[in-house]
């Protein structure tokens, strides 16, 4: 981040920070490059860099350039807050924006699989991000069905993943219903989908945007600006679904504008990034519910209940 850029409408300085994406941009990441776009950050004197992980492959993860401080701002599931926490070079994170207000994410596998619910994917092929819960949360969802939560674990690119399920090298793997689910639904791919909370895992939110604390507090006025932009950027796309839908095709993929219904993407999302009043907000009961299970399933110590992982203060 560029340090002493003191802000005022009538300066031109800008202050330059920088946002790692969790995956290639897609719907999840529309606010951001709405309000780039229609100049909502520059509005608020910030010069937003948006950093695509295909540039180095997902070489490096979201969390891991936050904390060698490549980015400012990382965007990652909750449990990347917890991980870094958590790690023997401890990293305090800390959880500043929800983009999503309910989990959009389910475990899928082909319909023509007859694998109608998780108990039957014992003895099958699931293709993992290597998330930190992800594998154990599969076989939890297996075990909460009847079945024994034996799975065949396989870690192939994670770029490639979406596409080891349709070309039959995985039986299941985790999509987000509103990108890969939209997809599959574009060419006719039929899907059986398996919630987390049907299966009694009570996941939290994700993705997130989170930063160091550090920061957070040296920085703290640069970063409220920064989520009241990026705040409007996403509420921007609730009455402006075919606007926002021409702005976000400029950073897609070509394959992404090929072969995903962007409009239908972006109206299949909008209900959940929230409204005025908890647009980017975190429930303390949400979050605590998930570190209650981490800690009872014995994934974390009692610990996180203690730490403090988010905070909604940069909305004041």
């Not at 992800?134 to 690119?157: F, H, Q, R, S, T």
Request: proline share 3%; glycine share 6%.
């Amino acid at each position: 981040m560029t340090a002493g850029n003191n802000y005022n409408k009538k300066s031109t300085i800008m202050t330059n920070l920088k946002l790692a994406l969790d995956w290639t941009p897609n719907t999840n990441h529309v606010g951001f490059f709405i309000a780039k776009e229609l100049g909502f950050y520059s509005k608020q004197g910030i010069d937003l860099e948006i950093l695509n992980p295909k540039d180095d492959n997902y070489l490096m993860t979201p969390g891991k350039k936050l904390e060698l401080d490549i980015a400012d701002f990382a965007i990652a599931p909750f449990e990347t807050v917890i991980s870094l926490n958590n790690k023997v070079n401890q990293v305090q994170a800390i959880a500043i924006y929800a983009i999503l207000q309910e989990d959009l994410s389910s475990i899928v596998s082909l319909k023509k699989s007859n694998i109608t619910s998780p108990k039957f994917l014992d003895g099958k092929t699931y293709a993992s991000y290597k998330a930190r819960y992800e594998d154990y949360i599969v076989k939890e969802m297996i075990k909460n069905d009847g079945g024994e939560g034996d799975l065949k674990l396989v870690y192939p690119d994670k770029l490639g993943i979406w596409n080891t399920l349709l070309n039959g090298q995985a039986d299941a793997t985790w999509i987000f219903d509103n990108w890969e689910g939209i997809e599959a639904d574009g060419k006719n791919i039929q899907l059986n989908k398996f919630a987390m909370d049907k299966f009694k895992v009570p996941y939290c939110y994700s993705p997130i945007i989170l930063t160091k604390r550090e920061n957070l507090i040296k920085h703290k006025e640069h970063y409220s600006r920064f989520i009241k932009a990026t705040k409007s950027g996403f509420l921007f796309v609730k009455n402006n679904i075919k606007e926002s839908t021409s702005i976000l095709q400029r950073s897609l993929s070509k394959y992404d504008v090929e072969n995903i219904n962007i409009e239908k993407s972006l109206s299949y999302t909008v209900p959940h990034f929230g409204n005025e009043l908890n647009c980017g907000m975190m429930e303390q009961d949400k979050v605590l519910r998930f570190l209650e299970w981490l800690v009872d399933k014995g994934l974390e110590d009692k610990i996180v209940l203690e730490q403090n992982l988010f905070t909604n203060e940069l909305f004041d």
